[in-house]
């Protein structure tokens, strides 16, 4: 298995632009979280799907911040308009409800954004 | 509500010297815990996981942790520090009475020195 991918690694954009990042869970997982890490906040859940459908939007920092997932195999997180406050790495991670505990998350490689 | 503090942002040992993370967790209920690993420009990778089966966890790349419930701590160790250890390291909580959330601490660096 190939793992979470997550498109694009790294992202350079100027503030006001609409920013769009990607993810494609594992096969079969039907949990999916975006998570964003910065120094000063750490690692904080944005949201959560559960096939497909959002569960827990409480982490979404504003309404700039916009996720969805038209399927069981792809994510996005669209940010519109862009902050430079927003200059954060952004991960996305999947985990399933059969076999393995479902708690148990597989981290993508994470998309690192920056915002000028 | 459920919380993890790892109470050292950094620590630093000698390759071939014994590693101990602390971590001390708060839960309403019986939790589960993790160690999550995560190296430079990487994503996360679980370590070990305590779901209430044994207390004693062992962990990939010889690490292990033990759960004390007396103590509500989650110390993560190691018997030989190597090089490729140095990491951050997160100490996580979940509690499935809740949510499906993912609670993390906020890490920890390993530093290992030759």
């Known amino acids: 298995d190939a793992g979470v991918i997550q498109s694009p690694r790294h992202e350079v954009t100027e503030m006001g632009q609409e920013v769009t990042l990607r993810c494609k869970p594992i096969?079969?997982?039907?949990?999916l979280f975006w998570y964003r890490q910065t120094m000063m906040r750490g690692l904080e859940l944005l949201i959560y799907?559960?096939?497909?459908?959002?569960?827990?939007d409480s982490g979404m920092p504003e309404d700039r911040f916009s996720a969805k997932m038209p399927n069981a195999s792809f994510s996005t997180l669209k940010i519109q308009p862009s902050e430079p406050r927003d200059s954060a790495v952004y991960f996305c991670?999947?985990?399933?409800?059969?076999?393995?505990?479902?708690?148990?998350?597989?981290f993508g490689p994470g998309t690192r954004l920056t915002v000028l | 509500a459920q919380s993890v503090t790892q109470l050292d942002s950094h620590v630093s040992v000698s390759e071939g010297t014994p590693v101990l993370l602390r971590c001390n967790y708060s839960?309403?209920?019986?939790?589960?815990l993790f160690w999550y690993v995560q190296h430079p420009n990487k994503g996360l990778q679980l370590l070990l996981k305590?779901?209430?089966?044994?207390?004693l966890v062992k962990g990939i790349n010889g690490f292990e942790a033990e759960f004390k419930k007396s103590e509500t701590s989650f110390h993560l160790t190691k018997p030989s520090a190597h090089m490729s250890d140095a990491a951050e390291y997160f100490c996580?909580?979940?509690?499935?009475?809740?949510?499906?959330?993912?609670?993390f601490g906020t890490g920890t660096r390993l530093q290992v020195f030759p």
């Open positions: 096969s079969g997982h039907d949990y």
């Open positions: 799907f559960n096939n497909n459908v959002p569960i827990d």
């Open positions: 839960s309403s209920y019986s939790p589960s």
């Open positions: 996580v909580v979940s509690d499935p009475s809740n949510t499906d959330k993912l609670i």
């Open positions: 305590y779901t209430s089966a044994a207390t």
């Open positions: 991670a999947s985990s399933w409800t059969s076999g393995d505990p479902r708690d148990t998350q597989y």
